[in-house]
C-alpha cells in the first residue's frame, strides 16, 4: 500500500493472490481487494491494514469499486460473466448482478445508476446498485479497445 500524497510504501496487505484491484470503504474503514487467482476478496482495517476476512466471490474477480450511495462493494467476476454485491461495514456478500459479460470498470453517476464496460459485449450495462437490476445496456458498437501506438 502507498502513501497517496507521497508515493511512499506504509504497509503490505497479506495474501492477496492476483489482485487487480482496490476499494476504500472510508466511512467503514475498510478496504478490499479484488484477488483474481483466489476468487476472493480480502477485506482489511483501512488504516490498520489488518486482514480482516477473505470474501468468497465469482469467478476471476477483477475491477473493484465501492458505491457510497448504497454503502456496497461490486467486483466485476470475468469467469462467472457477473459482479458480486458486498455490504461495506459486515463484508457480507448481500447479492449477484446477472450483468451477463465481463466487466472491466465502472463508473457511477450520483443518482442511483452505476454504469459497467462489458469488454467482451462491446457494450455498457447500467445497473441499479441497491435493488441489482440491470436497466439498460448501451452497444458501442465496432469499438474493441483504445489503438495502441507503435
Not at 487487480?20 to 466511512?27: E, L, N
Request: cysteine-free.
Amino acid at each position: 500500500m502507498l502513501n497517496a500524497d507521497s508515493g511512499k510504501p506504509v504497509g503490505v496487505i497479506a495474501d492477496t493472490s492476483g489482485v487487480h484491484g482496490i476499494a476504500i470503504a472510508s466511512a467503514a474503514n475498510r478496504g478490499f481487494t479484488s484477488n483474481g487467482t483466489e476468487n476472493t476478496i480480502t477485506m482489511f482495517g483501512a488504516e490498520s491494514l489488518r486482514v480482516i476476512a477473505e470474501i468468497p466471490v465469482g469467478t476471476g474477480p477483477g475491477g473493484i469499486y465501492f458505491d457510497g450511495l448504497s454503502n456496497r462493494v461490486f467486483t466485476d467476476n470475468h469467469g462467472s460473466h457477473d459482479i458480486s454485491v458486498i455490504d461495506a461495514a459486515s463484508g457480507k456478500v448481500v447479492g449477484t448482478v446477472r450483468i451477463e459479460g465481463a466487466g472491466e470498470q465502472a463508473a457511477s453517476d450520483g443518482d442511483g445508476l452505476t454504469f459497467v464496460n462489458l469488454e467482451d459485449k462491446s457494450e455498457v450495462a447500467a445497473f441499479d446498485p441497491k435493488t441489482l437490476e440491470v436497466k439498460k445496456r448501451f452497444p458501442i458498437g465496432a469499438a474493441k479497445r483504445p489503438p495502441v501506438s507503435p
